[in-house]
């Protein structure tokens, strides 16, 4: 694997192993090993304990006495707790959107949004994922709070993990996306934080719900077949 240099080599290591976590190459309870990791990045143990540290803190993996790195188990309290606390801030981001931003500072998000708007109509789940946290990104500034960003761009792997299931769960979910960024950036323009504080907050619990939803189910189907498997 090749690193890029603008990046240290523990935050790369971190992101090659997050996209694994959050595409489902590597599901919940599976163990992280240190010495294979390294192995096969031909990196160090150390940059790769470096990253571990990473992965927990955006809450990804779990660190376990005398098991060591596990990808974290997505519970449907995890979900609901994620979407709850994105919810809070992303209302805080955007009420300071509301009252501070120009019609122009919006100029990059209304570019996205006719990016995402092409990449719904093409079907193209891997582009419009990519495109979904790009707007994020660029509306987090508006919050002009430095801890509040930190805070996001954390939560940003564990997010993007239930966003990944959402998109392929249901295959109007992009379009039910598509619709919520662009009524978000309508009430920016319209100066209306009412309106904006209630779209999020529909977002939040209806994207919350479907994917709480699929571990519900999936669990179910494992209890069948594993009574069956016990008789």
Not at 8 to 21: K, R
Request: aromatic share 6%.
């Amino acid at each position: 694997m090749t690193f890029k240099a603008r990046e240290s080599l523990s935050e790369q290591i971190a992101g090659h192993l997050a996209g694994q976590i959050i595409r489902g190459e590597m599901l919940a309870g599976d163990r992280i090993q240190e010495l294979r990791v390294a192995g096969e990045l031909e990196v160090s143990r150390g940059s790769v304990r470096e990253a571990l540290l990473i992965l927990q803190r955006r809450h990804l993996i779990d660190i376990l006495p005398r098991r060591g790195a596990v990808v974290k188990d997505m519970s449907e309290s995890h979900v609901r707790g994620l979407y709850e606390l994105i919810q809070v801030l992303l209302g805080l981001v955007i009420r300071k959107a509301i009252k501070n931003v120009r019609e122009e500072d919006l100029d990059p998000i209304i570019a996205l949004i006719h990016e995402l708007q092409v990449a719904a109509s093409d079907r193209d789940v891997d582009r419009f994922f990519d495109l979904s946290f790009q707007f994020l990104e660029h509306a987090y500034p508006f919050a002009r709070n430095a801890f509040v960003e930190e805070v996001l761009t954390d939560l940003h792997p564990a997010l993007q993990r239930t966003y990944f299931m959402a998109l392929h769960l249901d295959g109007d979910e992009m379009k039910e996306c598509l619709s919520f960024y662009k009524a978000l950036v309508e009430t920016i323009f319209r100066r209306d934080v009412r309106s904006a504080l209630e779209i999020i907050r529909e977002f939040a619990e209806r994207q919350s719900e479907l994917v709480q939803e699929s571990i519900t189910r999936a669990r179910q189907i494992e209890a069948a077949w594993s009574g069956r498997r016990n008789r």
